[in-house]
């Protein structure tokens, strides 16, 4: 079976611009998670979806937004990007959310950011 | 808010030896994670520990959770090299509806041989 996807793997972009990073779970997986980490530290939450729906926030400005589609795939969008939102960003699915179950998070490969 | 701990951040240790990571959090939580990541990687997800007493092994890994102490221990035994890598240990708080899972600062651990 096919893990959690992300695309692009790699992107630069220059202070201003927009991005948008794209997430595929896994197979069955109906929540989905965003997480940003800048070098040399821990991942930061981001995101949380389950069932299309916003499960949870983490301490982010309103120029992170994201949603969840129907076939549960998912997408983060940063609007006028600042250099330090340079950072691996990383996406990780489970069947239903963690926090309910005694399930894990599957992270996937990450999409690495530069903002120039 | 809460606050996830690791020490030592940095560890350096030899082939063989026995040592152990430390992860401290501030608030009710019964459900504590261990990842592993190697450099320009993501995250591996190496235990899941959803109870007070709860002890998991895998290979020279071995990882604990006292909730009553807001602790977690990931021992490492008999040290080989391929263990090189950067551990997290992550919370989720136990409020219902917070989804949050905060991480740890990360242990660096380097097996020299």
């Known amino acids: 079976d096919a893990g959690v996807t992300q695309s692009p793997t790699h992107l630069i972009k220059t202070r201003g611009q927009h991005v948008t990073l794209r997430c595929s779970p896994i197979s069955g997986h109906k929540s989905v998670s965003w997480y940003q980490q800048v070098l040399g530290q821990g991942p930061q939450f981001i995101f949380q979806y389950y069932e299309k729906e916003e499960r949870g926030r983490g301490n982010f400005p309103d120029r992170f937004s994201a949603r969840q589609f129907p076939n549960y795939s998912s997408e983060l969008n940063v609007n006028a990007l600042l250099l330090g939102d340079s950072a691996l960003y990383l996406c990780a699915s489970s069947p239903i959310p963690i926090a309910i179950s005694s399930y894990e998070q599957y992270f996937g490969p990450g999409t690495r950011l530069t903002v120039t | 808010e809460l606050k996830v701990e690791q020490n030592p951040l940095f560890l350096s240790m030899q082939e063989g030896k026995n040592y152990t990571i430390y992860c401290n959090y501030s608030?009710?939580?019964?459900?504590l994670y261990w990842y592993r990541q190697d450099p320009g990687k993501s995250l591996e997800s190496l235990f899941v520990l959803l109870s007070n007493g709860a002890v998991k092994q895998e290979g020279r890994l071995m990882a604990s959770l006292d909730t009553k102490a807001r602790l977690s221990t990931l021992h490492i035994t008999a040290a080989v090299h391929d263990l090189s890598a950067t551990y997290f240990c992550a919370v989720v708080p136990s409020n219902f509806g917070n989804e949050k899972l905060t991480f740890g600062t990360g242990t660096r651990l380097t097996i020299i041989p």
């Open positions: 608030t009710t939580s019964d459900r």
